[in-house]
């Protein structure tokens, strides 16, 4: 049951991790700074691999945090 409700979530908004105005945002200010031709839109399969690189970063930190206090420094 709890992994159907996480894929109706899922489904609903893919990228849960992210405030996708701001990552669409700053994407393109990055865009127009550094490239000839500035791009315009900010496509789902970018905020994906944004979002995929947000949990994979988390669940890199919390591996490498070492198994003492109740905290996450």
């Given at each position: 049951m709890n992994e159907n409700v996480n894929e109706t979530l899922r489904a609903i908004n893919p990228t849960p991790h992210l405030n996708r105005?701001?990552?669409k945002e700053?994407?393109?200010?990055?865009?127009r700074?550094?490239?000839a031709q500035p791009f315009?839109?900010?496509g789902r399969p970018f905020l994906e691999r944004i979002e995929a690189a947000v949990r994979e970063t988390i669940a890199r930190e919390v591996?490498?945090?070492p198994?003492?206090?109740?905290?996450?420094?």
């Open positions: 105005k701001k990552v700053t994407a393109l200010e990055i865009a700074a550094s490239r315009e839109r900010v591996r490498i945090h198994s003492k206090g109740k905290t996450l420094l």
